[in-house]
């Protein structure tokens, strides 16, 4: 256990769907990151935050793509109509960037699948 | 764009060493390589990282050619709860780069 938790772990929705995914980071840790990976592949950056502010945005991340991390706590991922590329795997990570080795800590990711 | 070229599979004997490799010719002189596994229906876990000179931890030791251009982590004793896949990667080790770029890493296998 890294001490990242998301939730839920797993999710099947239609599509068409909205869903939204949570991640609570370390406590201390200042950054946030999204990640997504599909079957075979090593995981996508997404986008990522310092404390509440969204910094940086993957050309991954569609219209249909939001996240936010209010008061720089927990995020959350939201998805709005789902496709069926949107299966994947969606992995949060957090660490804290005041050190310079910035090492990335990794939820167990949930897992989407779209019907 | 790959900036690191890791074979796509490996088996080893549990109880024996695992030697990894992993070629990143491109490397730039302020960045580390990295190693991350991701055992099966995980998230990716740090093992270690390292500039130029060989380093050790806990789980792992990672051996760097004098040149840069590729490097070795060798696993000593491997279990089979070792069995993941392993991604290597190259980046710099400052606070302002944000994210790490995974390629398709090597799935180990270790065999009883």
């Known amino acids: 256990d890294t001490g990242v938790s998301q939730d839920p772990r797993h999710k099947i929705t239609k599509r068409g769907q909205n869903v939204t995914f949570r991640c609570d980071p370390i406590s201390e840790h200042n950054r946030l990151y999204w990640y997504r990976q599909t079957l075979g592949q090593g995981p996508e950056f997404l986008t990522y935050?310092?404390?509440?502010?969204?910094?940086?945005k993957s050309r991954l991340l569609s219209d249909r793509f939001s996240a936010e991390r209010p008061k720089g706590s927990f995020s959350t991922l939201e998805i709005q109509r789902t496709e069926q590329g949107d299966s994947a795997m969606y992995l949060c990570a957090s660490s804290l960037a005041a050190v310079a080795k910035n090492i990335q800590y990794f939820g167990a990711g949930t897992r989407l699948s779209v019907l | 764009d790959a900036k690191t070229t890791q074979p796509t599979s490996m088996d080893c004997a549990e109880g024996r060493a695992a030697n990894l490799p992993c070629n990143h010719s491109t490397i730039s002189g302020n960045e580390y390589v990295y190693w991350y596994r991701q055992i099966h229906s995980q998230g990716p876990q740090y093992i270690i990282h390292?500039?130029?000179n060989n380093e050790t931890n806990e789980m792992a030791s990672l051996i760097i050619t004098e040149d840069r251009k590729s490097s070795t982590l060798i696993l000593p004793h491997a279990t089979l709860r070792d069995t993941a896949v392993y991604y290597c990667?190259?980046?710099?080790?400052?606070?302002?780069?944000?994210?790490?770029?995974f390629g398709a890493g090597t799935t180990v296998t270790v065999r009883a």
């Open positions: 935050f310092q404390n509440e502010a969204q910094l940086e």
């Open positions: 990667i190259v980046r710099v080790d400052a606070s302002n780069d944000y994210k790490l770029s």
């Open positions: 390292g500039l130029k």
